[in-house]
């Protein structure tokens, strides 16, 4: 059973918001102490669970979120900057080439729902291009 609570709506906007990776205790201080700390622990472990946050853990052994835009498109991934952090969700049609070349020539199966890039957005390449 699913239910909607007015914290689990505030944390989830506060986490809908975010651009970059985010650790729990970003949100808590975001939220000036209106919601405890174990209910955004509670929530933040229930979205990664399905999907919807992916888990990142930095080599200091910390763990930071990334919230993944919902998508009803088959061929989407998103693109995450390694300097500003920012995440940023992708439509297209290419990706399919992708997917059939590691299936077919390395016999793997990908999870098409959190496929992330990684590399540096045109704002961190100072808008040329990269090489």
Known sequence: MTYNTKQKDIILE???KQRKE????DIYHELNGKVGLTTIYRLV???????HL?????????FYYQYLEECNEENHFYLKCD??????HIDCDCIN???EHI??????????ENIIING???KCTKGGKQK
């Not at 985010?22 to 205790?25: E, L, R």
């Not at 300097?83 to 940023?88: A, E």
Request: hydrophobic fraction near 30%; charged fraction near 35%; include cysteine.
């Open 97 to 99: 080439d992708l997917y």
């Open 14 to 16: 506060v986490i809908q």
């Open 120 to 122: 540096l957005c045109s």
């Open 103 to 112: 299936s077919y020539e390395h016999n793997f199966k990908l999870n098409k």
């Open 83 to 88: 300097k500003c952090g920012n995440l940023i």
């Open 22 to 25: 985010f650790a729990i205790k």
């Open 45 to 51: 472990d229930k979205l990664e669970k399905e999907g």
């Open 54 to 62: 992916k888990k990142i853990n930095h080599q200091d052994d910390t």
